[in-house]
């Protein structure tokens, strides 16, 4: 096999090639050959697409994690306002009885169910106080929160302002 080359033309670069007996005449040129170098396989471009499909599909997986997430949280602590709420709905009414109560939220609450129940403690006028928010729609308990309150016996505080009248009397003599 011998090889000759010739000058080149314009871009073309041609060549005799000699195959023993057979003579054949090559030509390339270095556009052809660098068009063929510069494209992307159709393997390459599926792959790509893969991976980037890949990609968006774990990121929209990641958005709506994150969605999720925020509106339990949301969820969460408007339950635990309304149960927060309720408890110092009973503080501020300066008495507590033994007893269930429940009701509906009001307004934005609309969707919060509550239930409240007031039991006596082992000490004489301490009350453990249970605060249960649900779901007003599926019954499932959202948040529950559970204190306890001293509210003194009616009994003890009678005997105690007559105690104390009479002091003040005493003292009220001596001066």
Request: hydrophobic share 35%; aromatic share 4%; with cysteine.
């Amino acid at each position: 096999m011998k090889l000759l080359n010739r000058s080149p033309v314009g871009d073309e670069v041609t060549s005799l090639i000699f195959f023993g007996k057979d003579q054949r005449l090559v030509t390339s040129s270095p556009t052809v050959h660098r068009r063929r170098m510069a494209g992307f396989s159709l393997v390459e471009v599926v792959c790509a697409i893969l991976v980037l499909g890949i990609g968006l599909v774990g990121l929209t997986q990641g958005i709506t994690a994150a969605l999720r997430s925020s509106k339990e949280s949301e969820l969460q602590t408007a339950a635990a306002l309304l149960a927060a709420g309720q408890i110092e709905t009973l503080r501020a009414e300066g008495f507590v009885m033994d007893g269930d109560t429940e009701g509906d939220g009001e307004d934005d609450l609309a969707l919060y169910r509550w239930k409240q129940s007031v039991t006596s403690a082992e000490i004489d006028g301490l009350h453990d106080v249970l605060v249960t928010v649900e779901n007003s729609k599926t019954g499932k308990t959202i948040y529950e929160l559970r204190t306890l309150l001293f509210d003194p016996p009616l009994d003890s505080t009678l005997d105690n302002s007559k105690d104390r009248k009479d002091r003040e009397k005493k003292q009220g003599g001596r001066r």
